[in-house]
């Protein structure tokens, strides 16, 4: 049976239970067609309230693409030329997990912190099992 993608899976990092989840968004152009589109990962720390959550942002842009359709995965961010990650796996939540923490986010602090993805995947990729690191 397969794994039902809208419920939060389970990591643990040095003692430390997180939730994780994805989301993507985008709004519709004048024919219908998704543009401006970005995949979120959250990770949240366990048990619930006892900080706030990263939300680590993946937003299209030039030299960029993430899930949107064919032909790529639901969970794939990278850049067109260089690193990439696939967001399902959980080696590549612990990596960027793991930057992010190397960076200074503290998972005890209480309010919400948001992350440009694009400054963290080449750091992490090859680590996670994507592509890279190359230029974008």
């Known amino acids: 049976m397969p794994r039902n993608a809208k419920k939060p899976r389970r990591l643990v990092v040095d003692g430390r239970v997180y939730m994780w989840t994805m989301s993507h968004r ?61 967001l399902h796996e959980p080696g590549a939540v612990r990596a960027l997990l793991d930057e992010a923490l190397a960076r200074g986010w503290r998972p005890d602090d209480r309010r919400p912190v948001e992350v440009d993805g694009w400054t963290l995947i080449e750091a992490v990729a090859v680590r996670a099992g994507g592509t890279g690191p190359a230029a974008p």
């Open 26 to 86: 985008h709004r519709r152009d004048g024919d219908g067609r998704a543009v401006d589109c970005s995949q979120t990962l959250t990770l949240s720390p366990q048990p619930s309230g006892s900080g706030g959550p990263l939300r680590i942002v993946f937003a299209d842009g030039p030299g960029r693409y993430v899930p949107g359709g064919a032909p790529f995965g639901s969970g794939d961010v990278g850049f067109t030329r260089g690193a990439d990650l696939n």
